[in-house]
């Protein structure tokens, strides 16, 4: 799908490449998922915020894996850029 939305005239030059592409669909995807958060796991926010409040570690391991993850996934959509669907998923 990403491969038909910037073959889109003008869109490629307007995003820049596949990383901001990338970045804008995680961007996007993080806004989407928030009220489906707040809607599943809201209940419990309040004790996430005391958690976070008093547990560093909590904040040192949510930010390694959320870089981890965008690091893993811009890596495998720039490869699939420059390969193929076939390549990337044998």
Do not use: C, D, H
């Amino acid at each position: 799908e990403n491969k038909k939305l910037m073959e889109t005239p003008g869109l490629k030059e307007r995003i820049g490449g596949v990383g901001n592409q990338f970045a804008l669909t995680t961007i996007m995807g993080f806004f989407l998922s928030i009220p489906v958060v707040l809607v599943k796991e809201g209940s419990r926010m309040g004790e996430f915020i005391e958690l976070a409040k008093t547990t560093p570690a909590l904040w040192v391991n949510m930010l390694a894996s959320g870089l981890w993850f965008y690091g893993y996934n811009e890596l495998a959509t720039m490869t699939l850029k420059k390969t193929g669907a076939v390549t990337q998923s044998v």
